[in-house]
């Protein structure tokens, strides 16, 4: 499947849409659409991959995503049963209705953050979460009313981190969509193994140089760089589903456990042990 736009039904006249519980586990959907999408996922520890970042969540996650900006199914690789919920509010809801309304320029606010990309933690994610569960059953007039009660929630909401230092700006055209996609799916599918700068380099087609230039450009990361911060957010979730350091190392592509420790703390600001320590904890 390639890396696409994803287009809704222009003929409902609602500002929102709701997939519940969409399954898209088998799939490696890497896309981007105009909407705004907050996506509630229960019931599974997987990657978290939203425009240039990327991470591992445990057991849920909230996330609110802006405007274009090309993200992963929060559910790819998923083998627990869990359940999802995806919102998805079309643009005009921002520019034609809170923009004009005085009473609700804090939603503004939010969706302005949302292009960095917010993960929402603590309460709120339970809170938010069980409200989106509910949504399905409700008629249209309680679903818009509880749909508004749910962003005033997360306008409020102290408990969040932004995804990016700076606005995520989707500067791909669709032939880079689909190189970029090409790219991570190979990364997906063999980061245990050891794979080449020149490998990749002859997957697009391009000289080694210039695929270092282009991949630089389109994701503000050195390839080395970008498949150890993919390797790295596996070896947490390998480190908090009970493996040892060893073993998560090792199972994630690194050659040595030197290299593997100096690339942690490089990412993370701190060492594997102390990683799992601190999250277990929890």
């Given at each position: 499947m390639k890396i696409q736009l994803e287009t809704f039904d222009q003929q409902s006249k609602s500002p929102f849409l709701l997939l519940h519980d969409?399954?898209?586990?088998?799939l490696f959907y890497w896309h981007f659409h105009p909407e705004f999408e907050l996506v509630y996922i229960e019931g599974a520890s997987a990657t978290r991959h939203v425009g240039n970042?990327?991470?591992?969540?445990?057991?849920?996650?909230?996330?609110?995503?802006?405007s274009n900006i090309p993200h992963l199914n929060f559910d790819h690789g998923v083998t627990t049963t869990y359940q999802k919920e995806v919102l998805h509010i079309k643009p005009y809801f921002?520019?034609?209705f809170i923009?004009?309304?005085?009473?609700?320029q804090s939603l503004e606010h939010l969706l302005?953050?949302?292009?960095?990309?917010?993960?929402?933690?603590?309460?709120?994610?339970?809170e938010v979460g069980e409200l989106l569960k509910t949504l399905y059953t409700l008629t249209p007039f309680d679903f818009f009313m509880r749909v508004i009660?749910?962003?005033k929630l997360l306008s409020q909401s102290k408990e969040f981190e932004l995804l990016h230092k700076k606005p995520f700006v989707n500067k791909y055209n669709k032939k880079e969509q689909d190189r970029i996609r090409t790219i991570y799916a190979l990364i997906d599918e063999r980061y245990q193994e050891k794979i080449s700068v020149d490998e990749v380099a002859q997957l697009c087609n391009l000289t080694k140089p210039a695929f270092c230039r282009y991949f630089k450009k389109?994701?503000?990361?050195?390839f080395i760089g970008f498949l150890n911060q993919y390797r790295i957010s596996q070896a947490k979730r390998l480190l908090l589903s009970g493996k040892n350091i060893t073993e998560a190392?090792?199972?994630?592509?690194?050659?040595?456990?030197s290299y593997f420790n100096r690339t942690f703390r490089k990412i993370t600001d701190e060492n594997p042990s102390d990683f799992k320590k601190r999250y277990l904890k929890n």
């Open positions: 969409p399954k898209l586990s088998d970042h990327i991470s591992s969540y445990k057991e849920s996650d909230l996330v609110l995503i802006g921002k520019t034609d923009q004009k309304t005085p009473e609700l302005e953050l949302s292009k960095y990309g917010i993960a929402f933690f603590g309460n709120t994610k339970k009660n749910i962003l389109a994701t503000g990361s050195t190392c090792y199972a994630c592509g690194f050659e040595s456990m």
